[in-house]
């Protein structure tokens, strides 16, 4: 007698998806790129966006001595970034340029964590005037991978991108919106695998 199988068809859940948006300067273009980025995300059944933004969730500059506990409020202050980063089954990166490399406000809220990045994707959306903000990218490539961390190889670079959007901020480069589409199937391609690796073996620093 052969048993009745039933093979399971239901789709995986959904991946949770943090952006984290790097700039906290006054009068920022990084707004503009976020309400872009998270509508590309928003149209995905197979993603959930959580949106990280420095500038209004300011982190301490001030971290504790190697071995020893964060600083009373400390806790309370990363409370609003640390949960959604360490529930992320992957995360977008978006930062303009700075003097060749990424804003030291992204840098602090990367130092702030470590086991939040732990055996999970990172796409990268730059941009910046004629580079793109793709400097700032590759210094962040190097961070990551001392973090454990898996950076996605297509990036979405904006070069000059002030030019890129219309009156009303919608983007008016057709090359652009597809190349978000290809980072963001290959991030959801490595947030699966990452994230069933991860389930079935804990990740080990």
């Not at 961070?143 to 979405?156: F, S, Y």
């Not at 008016?172 to 589409?181: G, I, R």
């Amino acid at each position: 007698m052969t048993a009745n199988t039933t093979a399971n068809t239901s789709a995986p859940a959904p991946l949770r998806v943090a952006v984290l948006v790097g700039s906290t300067r006054e009068g920022r273009f990084a707004p503009v790129v976020t309400r872009w980025i998270k509508g590309h995300l928003d149209q995905r059944a197979d993603m959930t966006v959580d949106v990280v933004d420095l500038a209004e969730t300011p982190l301490p500059t001030v971290l504790p001595a190697f071995g020893q506990p964060p600083a009373p409020g400390t806790t309370e202050a990363l409370a609003p970034v640390s949960p959604t980063l360490a529930a992320a089954d992957a995360f977008v990166f978006i930062t303009p340029e700075y003097n060749h490399s990424y804003p030291a406000s992204l840098k602090n809220a990367i130092d702030w964590h470590n086991k939040e990045w732990h055996a999970k994707p990172i796409g990268f959306v730059s941009y910046g005037a004629i580079s793109g903000g793709l400097r700032a990218v590759e210094h962040l490539r190097v961070v990551m991978a001392e973090l454990n961390a898996t950076t996605i190889r297509n990036t979405v670079s904006l070069h000059n991108a002030w030019g890129l959007f219309d009156d009303e901020q919608r983007m008016t480069e057709p090359a652009s919106d597809a190349a978000v589409k290809v980072m963001l199937d290959q991030l959801a391609w490595w947030a699966l695998a990452l994230r069933d690796a991860r389930t079935a073996r804990p990740y080990a620093a």
